[in-house]
């Protein structure tokens, strides 16, 4: 039987992150292997995952960045089960270092991010691993990237929203970029434009519209004018560039974008939540 000396301990704590009684038990069972440690550390978080697959990861914290050029911008969440654990230095960590491998290695999917390597295994395995470290579920709940000239983020106190949107151009005033960021984050639009739009959305809001003019007593004949006069409307409150510039309600997105550079757009965005 080998001699499991606090500094072998302490060596494979920073190695995993387990807990000092879980790096013990794992090196005393594995007679101070520190390899089959780690996967006795490993198989044990994964035993604690299957137990709690049925559990639900509603909390957790998403985070976004953009590359050192600002053309790549990246946002991740990791779900888990409690606030207490989503506010964790630790936990905060992880989702950090997840997020730099993202960033560095511009994964296609989230499948693709999952396999990246991390410290020596999959970002997978690692989540794994610390769910039997942490004692909840764990799970990436998302991961979504945008190339553009140039993209800005955001990320909301809390860090249970972040924002990414891309522009048609660079080298223009970055605070428009995270104003915009930011405006997505607060007024949460469907689309960037009205022709973005999908068409099953335009047809619902027509749908409410006819419905909503029927219910008012309107004539037949004017329920379809009605509907779209209320589809204006829409697109005014729910289209990014159309929207009333948060900082600035007397001019629109589009306007603000406009008074910075001619032509200047935005070309993508996404607003991650924890909740979605």
């Keep these: 039987m080998a001699q499991i000396t606090a500094a072998d301990v302490n060596k494979l704590r920073q190695m995993t992150g387990a807990g000092m009684m879980d790096c013990k038990k794992a090196l005393t069972e594995s007679d101070g292997n520190f390899e089959k440690a780690q996967q006795i550390i490993r198989e044990r978080g994964q035993a604690i995952a299957n137990k709690r697959s049925d559990r639900e990861a509603s909390e957790g914290i998403v985070l976004a960045t953009t590359n050192a050029n600002q053309t790549l911008g990246v946002v991740i969440a990791l779900k888990c089960e409690t606030d207490f654990v989503a506010k964790n230095v630790d936990f905060i960590k ?45 799970e990436l709940g998302f991961y979504q990237k945008i190339e553009a000239s140039h993209v800005a983020f955001y990320i909301h106190s809390d860090k249970k929203l972040a924002t990414l949107v891309g522009f048609n151009k660079a080298g223009f005033n970055v605070q428009v970029g995270k104003d915009v960021a930011m405006q997505i984050a607060a007024m949460d639009p469907v689309a960037i434009d009205k022709d973005f739009v999908p ?45 009333d510039f948060i900082k600035e309600s007397k001019i629109t997105v589009k306007q603000y974008l406009q008074q910075s550079e001619k032509d200047l757009t935005v070309t993508a965005f996404f607003r991650c939540s924890i909740k979605q």
Excluded at 99 to 110: D, F, R
Excluded at 219 to 226: F, M, N, Q, S, Y
């Design 199 to 243: 068409q099953a959305t335009i047809d619902k809001e027509l749908e409410i519209g006819r419905n909503q003019a029927l219910a008012d007593g309107k004539p037949a004949e004017l329920v379809d004018k009605i509907a779209q006069g209320k589809l204006g409307k829409f697109y005014k409150d729910s289209t990014l560039l159309n929207q």
């Design 94 to 138: 992880l989702v950090e270092s997840i997020l730099e491998k993202a960033i560095s290695n511009n994964p296609a999917n989230l499948d693709a991010l999952k396999a990246i390597n991390f410290e020596g295994k999959t970002i997978a395995d690692k989540i794994i691993e610390q769910t039997g470290i942490i004692g909840e579920k764990l």
